[in-house]
């Protein structure tokens, strides 16, 4: 435990000095409100800017509050989650690449601490701009669109929340299994690239942590799909064995650091 | 004391080490030498718990996880930029199992003897080479192991720098053992009470600086006549293996030949005029060429 924390406290101190607690939330406010904002807006930017003839009708369709904030969610989900992951990835392989690792692993640590104190800052960050990104949708959905029950936002802030335990845990286990260029191409493969695929064909199927975020925005609706629990099992399943095979594989490669 | 035994490392077929057995006295200095790729490091790798061996031990008397007595430097330091020096020592402390309450004092500590003092606040992204090669010694001493492991500690440092840290290292030699590659023979001639040479992954000599020396070093003499003429005849009269520099020769003894004193027997029946006459120790790296060429 005594472990856990001085890494953790390294670890936060680290990403809260490169500003990473900064910029991610902010990445993720632009994109939660970008879209509100611009469907609201979409007549008169066409009527500025469009060079539209004269006598041009435009029906624009009438959105409600869940569309909107699911059109924030599939942004949180295509360049959130790609820089989210890129700046993961490198997190256990970086160092022990470039040697800042052997000053630690030569020492009495133990590797479950090491892999659960990036896992509880890379989640911290991933959740703490997921949540400033929706907040900041939700503020502009309520103001332009109409109100959202707070039970069925906090239920789907809260599925979210555990996509992103699983993308975290996904993405350090590909940094301690493998060196950054690998780690990095399997995680943008395994998760942004996974859920294009997934919601190309995923009509095949129900069951499917990629379908968690979908699934989680449909509360607003008032009910969400009947494989919802299913899946949230499935995700906290896979999410448990990303974390024992990354424990396992930071201390399998930890003789590869360099010296 | 620490005992190593039987080590071997094998990676596929290629065997980097194999079979090297040594012991290190308590509070004792020894240089691990030999030329690039002997395997120094990967035996110091071994050493620090980082690499486990092929086979073979490694023991220091009365203690269970070696991991908790060793202080490692590797040969270029890399440290979380982000991070000062203190919050980096300290950290260092605590994970090698300084309680917490006393983790900063030790931190603050050791940063003042290795001189660090003034810049302890900084983060190390801004130090420069030798800071870092300081705060590395910082970090590997920080928990007060009962093993120093040094990868080349000076070779990358200008001659400033490494007085600096040589000194350094000769104060800790009171306190703790010290284990120590080099290929810089000068310093290893300076601060030694163990050689340890390595060629092709094995141990092929072991001993004192004296030891080696006597067991490697044929005796040699410079004797300086008055003129070059007298050098160059004496040397060609002598039938010794002789080289002449100016008006001095260098005259080897290997074995059966003639001792000192015949040789002086011989320097007045030749009746040259001679001006001095010395006994030449080899230099470590004499002996070290002799050992890496055998």
Redo the contacts between chains.
Sequence with gaps: M??FL??F??EF??AW??LKFVWMPLLFIVLGIMDPLTNYFMEDILGAVGNLPEGFMLTMPELHPIDVLSASTSQFQSIGLVVLVATIASAISRERQ???A????????SFTALFMSKWAVASLLGIVSGVAGYAGSLYYTTLLYGSVEYGAFMKMLGTYCIWILFVTAVTLACSAMFNTAISMTLAILLLPFGLMIDSIIGSFWSLSPWKLSAYGVQFISGGTSEYYTATVALTLALMISAVLLGILFSKRN??T?K? | MITVSNLTKTFGAQTVVSNVSFTLETNTATALIGPNGAGKTTTLSMLTGLLAPTSGSIEIAGVKDIRREIGFLPQYPQFYPWLTALEFTEMAAKLSGVPASAAKKEAERVLTFVGLEEAMKKKTVTFSGGMKQRLGMAQAIVHKPKLLLLDEPVSALDPVGRREIMNLLKELQQQTTILYSTHILNDAEEMTDQLLFLRKGELVESGSLTEVRTKFESPRYRIEFATQEDALQFASQSQLSATVTGSSVYVEIIEERPTMQQLLERLVASKFAVTKVERVTASLEEIFMKVAGQ
Excluded: D, H
Excluded at chain 1, 102 to 109: A, D, M, W
């Design positions: 005594n472990t001085t890494l406290t390294k101190r680290e000095r490169s470039n040697g800042m052997t000053l630690l692993y030569v020492r009495p640590i930890a003789a650091a010296i």
